[in-house]
C-alpha cells in the first residue's frame, strides 16, 4: 500500500517527511515524492524509485525548505512505477497524496478533460488532484466535501492549497489514515510508525471526516462543515510491532488483510452484479475463442491455479491444464496460437514462471498473467494483465496474495462461463454475489484463531502429517500442506483422500495427525469413509467441514467448522483454517514465521 505522511509546524519540515517516509517502507513502494509550502509556493521533488533516490534528486535540485508539506511512498496500482506517475500530484494551486483506488477515475478524467484540463500521469490520483482544482471556490473543505461527493473507491488524501500555507487538509475512506498531535506541530500519516519518534498521541480519522491541520491546532469536521469532537489515541507500540500494524507478525496481519485485499481486488472488476474483466483487455469475444487454458506458476500461485482449474472447467467446460512453471518450460507442452496462457504471480518477478511466459509467447498463445506488484516483469511482458490489489505481502510465506488470485480465477470462471453460455446470466450473478460475500464471511472466521491455535498445539511435536481432500478440497489441501512446511518446516504431504488406500494409508499411525477438508457437499459421503478409514488406523483426525454437518461429533478429534456457501466458494473460507493451523504451529515452535530458513520471497533464479 502506498504510505502519507505530512507535518504542519514549527520547524523545517523536510527532514521530518523523508524519516516518517521511511518508516512507512514495510508496506512497500517504488517511488516518492513530497510537496512543500515553500516561500508560499507549493513545490514538488518527486522520483522512482527508493528515498535515497529522492533525496539526491533533491540534492541535485536544491533542497526544499519550509515548515508545512506532505510526502508520499507509492505502491502503483495505476500507470507504471516513473517519475510523472509518482506523487505528489496537482498543479501550483493544489497538491495531493492519496493511498487507495478511484474505480470511477476514468469517468471523471473524461469530464475534466471536456472542461479543458490536460494530464501528465496515468494515475487515478491525478484525477482527484484536477477535481479539487476545478471544484476550488476558495474554501478547501467545501471544494473537498464536493469532490468527495464525485469519486468512488477508496482513499486517504492529504493536500494542500497554495492560499492556505501554513495548513494541510486530509480525509479518508477505506484507506488508513491518522492524525499525530506532536509538541512542535502536527501530522498525518498512513500509520503510526511515520509518527512514533515524534509522538504517540493520534486522532483515528473515520470515513470522510475532513481534518484541517495548523501548527498549533486540529480541527475535524463532516462533509457539511459539522464540527466533530475526536478521541485521543496513545501508541502503546514499538516501532517494530507498528509496522506489524500490532500484529506479531507480517504473515498474521496479512491473513486478516485478506477482506480488504478481496474487496479492494474484485471491486473494479464487477459491474452491475456481472464479472467484468474488459479493463485489462481480455474481451468476452476473446474468451469465447479460447478451448484450451494453461494455468502456470509456482508453489502457492500454483495453487491458486489448481483451484482455477476446477472452477473453470466446472462451469465453462474448457479444458485447463495447470502446470508448475519449472516443468512446464521442459516437458514440450503442445501450445497453439488458439490457447490462452495463465501466469499467476505475486511478485511479478519468478524466474521459472517468467520462463514459462517467454515459451507462451514463442508459441503464439495469448498470454495473460495475474500479478500483484504494478510494472513487474511478468505483467510487462503479458498482452493481458490482471492486477491483484493484496498491497505488498511482506511476510514470505503467502497468504492475501492467495486469496486473491483465487478470487480472480473466480471472477475469470464466471465471466468464461457466461461469454461461452454455459451458465445463465442469472447462474452468473448469482455466484458473482457469493464471491462479493466472501470478505464479510472471512471477516467473519477470522475469530476462528483461538481453535486453530489449540489444534496447533496438538500438531506441533508431529513429525509428519497428512492432509486430504477430494476435488477442490484436495486442491486446497496442498496449499495447507505447504504453508505448514515452509515455515513450521515440519514435513507434511497433500494427498487425494480416495488415493489412500492405495498405498500411502500404510503411513497411518497414532503419530500421524491428518487434517481433513470435507467441506464439498457432493464429496462429503466419500471423504467422511477415508477419514473414518485413517481414524481407525490410530490416526488423529482434525476436519474442517461446513456448519451444520451431521454427526460432526463422532468422527473428528478436532473440528473447524465453517459457513455454508456454493461448494464452489468454500475454498475461499477454508483457507483461512488452514492459513492459521500453519502459522501457529510455526509460532509454536519458535521458527522465524515471517523469513523461513531458505527461503526467499521472490525466487528470480531458476
Ligand atoms: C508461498 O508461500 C511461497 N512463498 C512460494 O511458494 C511462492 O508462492 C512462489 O515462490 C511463487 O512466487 P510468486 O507468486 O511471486 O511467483
Redesign the pocket.
Known amino acids: 500500500m502506498c504510505g502519507i505522511v505530512g507535518f504542519v509546524g514549527n520547524e523545517d519540515c523536510v527532514d521530518m517527511l523523508i524519516d516518517g517516509l521511511s518508516k512507512l517502507e514495510y508496506r512497500g513502494y517504488d517511488s516518492a515524492g513530497i510537496a512543500v509550502m515553500d516561500n508560499k509556493q507549493i513545490e514538488v521533488r518527486k522520483s522512482k524509485g527508493r528515498l535515497a533516490d529522492l533525496t539526491a534528486k533533491m540534492e541535485k535540485e536544491g533542497r526544499l525548505k519550509g515548515t508545512c508539506g506532505i510526502g508520499h511512498t507509492r505502491w502503483a496500482t495505476h500507470g507504471e512505477p516513473s517519475d510523472i506517475n509518482s506523487h505528489p500530484h496537482g498543479n501550483k494551486r493544489i497538491s495531493i497524496v492519496h493511498n487507495g483506488i478511484i474505480e470511477n477515475y476514468r469517468d471523471l478524467k473524461a469530464f475534466l478533460i471536456d472542461q479543458g484540463y490536460s494530464f501528465v500521469s496515468e494515475t487515478d490520483t491525478e484525477v482527484v488532484a484536477k477535481l479539487l482544482d476545478y471544484y476550488y471556490d476558495g474554501n478547501p473543505v467545501d471544494t473537498i466535501a464536493k469532490v468527495i461527493g464525485e469519486i468512488r473507491g477508496s482513499y486517504a488524501l492529504g493536500i494542500l492549497f497554495r492560499d492556505f500555507p501554513d495548513k494541510i487538509y486530509a480525509i479518508r475512506k477505506d484507506s488508513p489514515l491518522i492524525i499525530g498531535i506532536a509538541k512542535n506541530g502536527n501530522f498525518i500519516a498512513s500509520d503510526v510508525p511515520a509518527i512514533l519518534k515524534y509522538t504517540k498521541e493520534y486522532y483515528l480519522l473515520e470515513a470522510n471526516e475532513i481534518a484541517t491541520l495548523t501548527k498549533d491546532s486540529v480541527s475535524v469536521c463532516d462533509i457539511h462543515k459539522n464540527p466533530i469532537e475526536k478521541e485521543l489515541n496513545v501508541a502503546d507500540w514499538d516501532l517494530d510491532a507498528a509496522e506489524k500494524g500490532g500484529y506479531e507478525h507480517f504473515m498474521l496481519k496479512e491473513i486478516n488483510e485478506q477482506p480488504t485485499a478481496i474487496k479492494t481486488t474484485i471491486a473494479p472488476r464487477i459491474s452491475e452484479g456481472m464479472p467484468y474483466l474488459e479493463e485489462s483487455g481480455m474481451t468476452k469475444e476473446m474468451l469465447k475463442g479460447y478451448n484450451r487454458i494453461y494455468i502456470v506458476?509456482?508453489?502457492?500461485?500454483?495453487h491458486a491455479g489448481l483451484i482455477g482449474k476446477y472452477v473453470i472447467e466446472k462451469l465453462a467446460k474448457v479444458e485447463v491444464t495447470v502446470d508448475i512453471a519449472s516443468e512446464f518450460r521442459y516437458r514440450n507442452p503442445i501450445i497453439t496460437d488458439k490457447d490462452l496462457v495463465i501466469l499467476?504471480?505475486?511478485?511479478?518477478?519468478?524466474a521459472d514462471?517468467l520462463a514459462a511466459l517467454h515459451l507462451a509467447k514463442e508459441n503464439g498463445a495469448t498470454t495473460m498473467s495475474v500479478v500483484?506488484v504494478k510494472g513487474s516483469s511478468?505483467a510487462r511482458g503479458s498482452d493481458i494483465v490482471v492486477y491483484t490489489h493484496a498491497g505488498p505481502e511482506i511476510s514470505?510465506?503467502?497468504?492475501k496474495?492467495?486469496a486473491v488470485q483465487l478470487s480472480i480465477m473466480y471472477l475469470l470462471a464466471f465471466e468464461l462461463a457466461y461469454a461461452k453460455e454455459a451458465i445463465s446470466e442469472e447462474e452468473c450473478r448469482r455466484l458473482t454475489k457469493e464471491l462479493q460475500e466472501i470478505p464479510d464471511k472471512i471477516q467473519d472466521i477470522l475469530v476462528l484463531k483461538e481453535r486453530c491455535q489449540f489444534i496447533a498445539s496438538r500438531l506441533v511435536n508431529a513429525e509428519s502429517l497428512l492432509y486430504i481432500g477430494r476435488g477442490l478440497d484436495y486442491a486446497l489441501s496442498m496449499e495447507g500442506s505447504?504453508?505448514l512446511k515452509?515455515i513450521s518446516y515440519i514435513h507434511s504431504e497433500s494427498y487425494a483422500a480416495g488415493e489412500l488406500k492405495h498405498g500411502t494409508i500404510s503411513l497411518i499411525t497414532e503419530d500421524m495427525p491428518v487434517i481433513a477438508i470435507a467441506t464439498q457437499e457432493n464429496l462429503f459421503e466419500k471423504t467422511l469413509s477415508n477419514i473414518k478409514e485413517v481414524k481407525s488406523r490410530g490416526a488423529k483426525v482434525t476436519v474442517i467441514c461446513r456448519e451444520g454437518t451431521k454427526d460432526d461429533k463422532t468422527f473428528a478429534n478436532h473440528l473447524v467448522t465453517l459457513p455454508n456457501m456454493d461448494d464452489l466458494m468454500m475454498p475461499m473460507l477454508a483457507l483461512v483454517p488452514m492459513q492459521y493451523i500453519a502459522y501457529y504451529t510455526a509460532v509454536l515452535k519458535g521458527c522465524d514465521v515471517d523469513k523461513p530458513r531458505n527461503?526467499a520471497?521472490?525466487?528470480t533464479v531458476e
Open positions: 506458476a509456482c508453489g502457492t500461485a500454483m499467476i504471480s505475486q511478485s511479478g518477478e519468478t514462471t500483484n511478468i514470505v510465506a503467502s497468504t496474495a492467495y505447504l504453508k515452509e527461503l520471497k521472490s525466487v
